[in-house]
């Protein structure tokens, strides 16, 4: 179990943050060329029990650009179970940190790679949860060279969704500062909302009924 911390900026203008990040000598992170598709399914009781504790437990089908379905190897699909509480939830004498800042989202954090997604879910469906909402993005992510010593622990990850793009920092919270710096925002810009959050906030602005959060088309 370890600790979330993280901040996300709207980005308006996505290939222009690619060149900066060039600039800033941002190196991609994980297979391929680093965009990752990613299919997330969230759980909760009838009721929405886990939601009320702020508490999230999700599904979440990563596939890397170019990669296939149920082929093994490089570029393969990974399947990722992941539970998320908040900080007030630590344990007697233990402390998150910068869980008192409210300028980042701070979250205890649990994750599983799973190897059998469909019996998991049958499962939790067999407890009572029902997987609810379901959203989709295209994630990349960089992370800065070795010899920017400010920045190490922390990741920038772009994220392409339905409801806009997004860069999400995450890291400590020193780290998070600096870069949203040199990338030219400032704390007021930090949000730390979730991605249901803003796609039920994005359906009332355009005045149309809230389902799942998915690419009409193929992007």
């Known amino acids: 179990m370890g600790y979330e911390t993280e901040i996300k900026l709207r980005i308006e203008d996505g290939k222009a943050l690619r060149r900066t990040l060039k600039k800033m000598g941002a190196q991609l992170v994980g297979p391929g060329r680093g965009r990752v ?31 296939k379905r149920g082929k093994a190897g490089k570029g393969a699909p990974r399947v990722v179970l992941t539970f998320k509480s908040p ?4 344990a007697m004498g233990e402390e998150a940190p910068v869980a008192r800042d ?13 190897t059998d997604a469909a019996g998991l ?39 392409e969704t339905p409801v806009g793009t997004f860069l999400e920092l995450e890291g400590p919270g020193e780290a998070i500062d600096r870069a949203a710096k040199e990338l030219g925002y400032g704390t007021k810009d930090y949000i730390l909302k979730n991605y249901l959050v803003l796609y039920v906030e994005d359906c009332r602005r355009r005045g149309v009924a809230a389902g799942d959060m998915v690419f009409g088309k193929k992007k």
């Open 37 to 67: 598709h990613e299919m997330n399914l969230i759980f909760d009781t009838p009721q929405g029990g886990l939601a009320k504790h702020g508490q999230l437990l999700r599904i979440r089908t990563e596939t890397p650009e170019g990669g």
């Open 87 to 90: 900080p007030e939830e630590l």
């Open 102 to 114: 409210r300028r980042y989202k701070v979250r205890q954090e649990t994750e599983v790679v799973l």
């Open 121 to 159: 879910q049958k499962i939790f469906e067999g407890l009572g949860l029902r997987g609810w909402f379901r959203y989709e993005k295209y994630r990349t992510t960089y992370r800065l060279p070795g010899r920017v010593k400010w920045a190490q622990g922390l990741l920038l990850e772009l994220d």
